[in-house]
């Protein structure tokens, strides 16, 4: 059972075009982060929501957490080939303590 | 500014060896934690620590893994007798508070032959 599920699993798109990712989940999440996965590299982390229903802007980037805390999106205005990479939502189930990491979703930017 | 750093970047051991991963985690951080990412899998949580010992790990932390706190900057990880289906990259990170974002290092890629 995947319980942070995103999609899509894979996107291909040319440079400019806007997109958005999920990740969604049937549990309820303290918070939830963004990260973006280079090969062979760690995560580096992109933003954290907190509130149901946050909004938060980090350039050309817009995450957005769920009214009910279940469900996030990562939307991606006039993307670049620097924005082609793995990115991973994760976080913690309310009521436990494990972080858990979504599926992910790559990216690649044609130029 | 301030990151996770480990050593060493790649390792390569025979089926049955021991081996240590080191992390050395961001200096105010107060939880610790290892994962595990296997070729082309998704990253998956092993263990969280927190004032001196385990608070959480997950099913795959099983009686051949152990972690250490040694002194006040290194955080180890121990695979006691390597089976080739540990081959993974291995990623340390810390974070200021339980449920505060986590930062992670480069990671360890552990290679079991």
């Known amino acids: 059972t995947q319980l942070l599920e995103q999609s899509p699993q894979f996107l291909s798109i040319q440079e400019g075009e806007n997109l958005t990712v999920y990740c969604n989940s049937s549990s309820v999440f303290s918070s939830l982060q963004w990260y973006r996965q280079e090969p062979g590299e760690g995560p580096v982390l992109l933003v954290t929501v907190v509130t149901g229903g946050e909004v938060k802007k980090l350039k050309r980037l817009t995450f957005q957490f769920g009214d009910a805390r279940k469900d996030s999106s990562l939307h991606i205005t006039a993307a670049q080939p620097g924005d082609t990479g793995l990115y991973l939502c994760?976080?913690?189930?309310?009521?436990?303590?494990?972080?858990?990491f979504g599926t992910g979703t790559r990216l690649k930017v044609l130029a | 500014e301030p990151e996770v750093t480990q050593t060493p970047s790649h390792q390569v051991t025979q089926m049955g060896q021991e081996v240590i991963l080191r992390c050395v985690p961001i200096s105010n951080h107060l939880y610790f934690y290892w994962y595990r990412q296997i070729l082309g899998q998704k990253v998956e949580f092993l263990v969280s620590?927190?004032?001196?010992?385990?608070?959480?790990k997950s099913e795959i932390f099983d009686d051949q893994f152990s972690v250490e706190r040694p002194d006040g900057s290194n955080f180890t990880l121990k695979i006691r007798s390597t089976k080739l289906e540990d081959s993974a990259m291995y990623f340390c990170?810390?974070?200021?508070?339980?449920?505060?974002?986590?930062?992670f290092g480069p990671g360890t890629r552990l290679t079991v032959t």
């Open positions: 994760a976080g913690v189930r309310s009521g436990t303590y494990k972080y858990i």
């Open positions: 990170a810390s974070s200021e508070g339980r449920f505060y974002e986590q930062y």
């Open positions: 620590f927190y004032n001196n010992e385990i608070s959480e």
